[in-house]
């Protein structure tokens, strides 16, 4: 790469890899990247609360598999993510990063907002179930563009030696996302059954708008990153990013896939964790549950950026690796934790697997997954790698269920399918080429 020597007498002889890193535009893009995933994910946790605790009598009363059924709904937005991770990549890649993301805010909130006004299946019979999917479609869809746009924007947007710390904060949003959601609903689990069950469960739904409002306006203010406004201007951006990034891409495309079975570990903690620990069967109350996610994701919050400034210093790969094999050991010391019923131990196996290993992932993965494509097709791989991988997780929960035979004590075999995963991410991590040290322009030009 030939390096752009600066024309200012100050700066003689600098280039711009070596150049005092104006901050303010990451800054900006980092935290629009934080409000918006909160957003998103506050949306996204929101529901899973309502699958595990709520939809089962509010949608399907008449089912003897209802909150198999819940549990699938929640799974149906990872069957949307895929395409629209395609149409939202390819804008994404050829058009600019802010509109789509402006796009995927706008939707995520009417979606959410939807939800909340939708009648119950005794007022409206199939419809409401139908509806309810829908939603969760438009939510999917949103999702898919999310997090993977803010994580491209703010990485061409930071300095080369702190790309991970200034990523990192997509995915602390997600955690302000599900502090705010298990907040929320704390008091509202605690309502009347006939409070609850007719108009309660709704608020937080509504309540989504107040944070669309804050996200929208400060992502109004960002800009294209110059890398990305440089490609668009000389005419290099792909007329089709999908082929091209197939073209181009097809083995980081396939590490993003399997590393992206890591979420696994978050959508069974959050979801099925939350299903199983408060069954009558397991009978731990539903404030505890909702008290520990509280815990292990405000943990997060100051581990996961700690943790990707760490992995500026020595790399992607070690951090990454050793935070999803310690996910495989410890979901089964929080599962073993539930079973004994000990609080105390329920919320320190909660922190130690979310709030320290699980952040190890989930705070480098914005990065680590980013820096494995150019600009062109950064966008596209991410988001399409991403959600392929995603699906699995989002179904996770069902699967889980089912594999527990009708047994609700039996929590094995959904430890050894998200064990399962997270030995499969490691392997695909392990085989990726390290890029902590590596220039933007860099990114991706070497498969």
Request: include cysteine.
């Amino acid at each position: 790469m030939t390096a752009h020597t600066l024309d200012t007498p100050e700066n003689s002889g600098m280039t711009t890899e070596t150049r005092p890193h104006d901050t303010t535009k990451v800054k900006r893009a980092a935290s629009s990247a934080f409000l918006g995933s909160m957003l998103e994910y506050y949306d996204f946790y929101i529901y899973a609360s309502a699958a595990a605790l709520i939809f089962p009598t509010v949608f399907f009363p008449d089912s003897a598999h209802a909150a198999l059924l819940s549990l699938s709904t929640f799974g149906v937005a990872y069957v949307a993510r895929p395409l629209g991770a395609v149409v939202l990549g390819h804008f994404g890649d050829r058009v600019g990063r802010k509109n789509v993301m402006l796009f995927t805010l706008i939707l995520m909130g009417v979606a959410t907002f939807g939800i909340g006004l939708i009648p119950s299946a005794e007022s409206i019979g199939v419809l409401a179930p139908a509806l309810l999917v829908l939603m969760r479609i438009f939510q999917g869809i949103s999702a898919a563009g999310e997090q993977s746009g803010a994580s491209s924007l703010t990485l061409e947007h930071a300095p080369q030696n702190r790309r991970a710390f200034f990523a990192s904060w997509t995915l602390n949003g997600t955690q302000a996302g599900f502090i705010l959601a298990s907040l929320v609903f704390l008091p509202v689990a605690a309502m009347p059954d006939d409070i609850l069950y007719s108009w309660g469960w709704r608020v937080p739904f509504w309540g989504s708008l107040f944070v669309l409002a804050a996200a929208y306006v400060m992502r109004l203010k960002l800009e294209e990153p110059e890398e990305f406004a440089e490609t668009k201007k000389s005419h290099e951006v792909a007329k089709l990013p999908v082929a091209d990034l197939l073209r181009t891409h097809p083995a980081n495309l396939t590490r993003v896939i399997f590393c992206a079975f890591v979420a696994v570990v978050s959508t069974i903690f959050s979801v099925f964790g939350l299903a199983f620990a408060t069954s009558a069967e397991v009978g731990i109350a539903k404030s505890t549950m909702l008290g520990v996610a509280i815990a292990a994701n405000a943990v997060a919050l100051f581990s996961q950026p700690a943790l990707a400034a760490l992995s500026d210093r020595v790399g992607r790969k070690p951090v990454f690796v050793t935070g999803v094999l310690g996910s495989a050991v410890f979901i089964f010391v929080y599962f073993q934790a539930i079973s004994t019923g000990n609080v105390a131990l329920i919320f320190a196996a909660g922190i130690a697997l979310m709030g320290l290993l699980y952040a190890a992932p989930n705070a480098i993965w914005p990065s680590f997954y980013a820096e494995m494509f150019n600009t062109k097709v950064r966008y596209s791989g991410m988001a399409i790698g991403t959600q392929l991988g995603f699906a699995i997780a989002g179904f996770a929960p069902a699967i889980g269920t089912a594999l527990m035979g009708g047994d609700p004590t039996n929590w094995l075999p959904v430890a050894l399918l998200t064990s399962g995963a997270c030995l499969v991410c490691a392997v695909s991590a392990l085989s990726a080429k390290e890029t902590f040290r590596t220039p933007l322009r860099e990114l991706g030009n070497r498969i």
